[in-house]
């Protein structure tokens, strides 16, 4: 079985350009999830899909980050325009039940530097 | 709002040691404890978890038992290998969304 996969693996920007990363969660997991890690800090919850709906975008930072997730499969999370503070690694994960006791997998993250 | 506090490394054992690397949270109702771990080069995989209060959660031969009363989620293994070298995330469930813990750069030397 395929796990969660992420691309790119590395982005580097300038400030004020766009990226746009995308994830694909494992085949069958209704629920996916984006983290994003600051350079020694926590990592911290972002927004959480349920098929194509989102469930709870709490954790986006501000409006210039935009997530979809057209059709409930694969997701993109868009940065527009970038600062230099949204550099970090940003971690996608996918999960059948979305509860408190499921388990998260977690794809290799996409590291991102705005310059 | 739910918390985690890990003990910050980085932390450097010799081969066959004994690691202990402490979490503590801080948490509404019942929430799940998880460890994760990334290796260098890759992403985080799931270690081990625990439900409920009391349960122990293993894997690899690594351990760690949910406890209510002290509000902890210690890891531990007996014997380290250079292998385990990497950073470990301690992690509560919620809901649904997971809160980490800052991760313990673990590096383990022959």
């Known amino acids: 079985e395929a796990g969660v996969t992420q691309f790119p693996s590395h982005s580097v920007i300038e400030k004020g350009q766009t990226v746009t990363l995308r994830c694909d969660p494992i085949?069958?997991?209704?629920?996916l999830y984006w983290y994003r890690r600051v350079m020694g800090k926590e990592i911290k919850f972002l927004l959480h899909?349920?098929?194509?709906?989102?469930?709870?975008e709490s954790g986006m930072p501000n409006n210039r980050f935009l997530a979809e997730r057209t059709g409930g499969t694969y997701s993109t999370l868009k940065v527009q325009p970038a600062e230099l503070e949204d550099s970090g690694v940003y971690f996608c994960?996918?999960?059948?039940?979305?509860?408190?006791?499921?388990?998260?997998?977690f794809g290799p993250g996409t590291r991102l530097t705005v310059l | 709002g739910n918390s985690v506090t890990q003990m910050e490394g980085p932390v450097t054992l010799s081969e066959e040691a004994f690691l202990t690397i402490n979490c503590t949270y801080t948490?509404?109702?019942?929430?799940?404890l998880f460890w994760y771990v990334q290796y260098p080069g890759e992403g985080l995989q799931l270690l081990l978890k625990a439900t409920k209060a009391d349960d122990k959660g293993s894997n690899k031969g690594f351990e760690a038992t949910y406890r209510k009363e002290t509000t902890s989620f210690h890891l531990e293994k007996g014997s380290v290998q250079v292998s385990d070298s990497a950073v470990y995330f301690c992690?509560?469930?919620?809901?649904?969304?997971?809160?980490f813990g800052k991760g313990t750069k673990l590096s383990v030397i022959p």
């Open positions: 085949s069958g997991h209704d629920n």
């Open positions: 899909f349920v098929k194509e709906s989102k469930q709870d």
């Open positions: 994960a996918s999960s059948q039940a979305g509860t408190r006791v499921d388990t998260q997998y």
């Open positions: 992690a509560l469930g919620g809901s649904y969304q997971l809160t």
């Open positions: 948490a509404t109702g019942y929430p799940s």
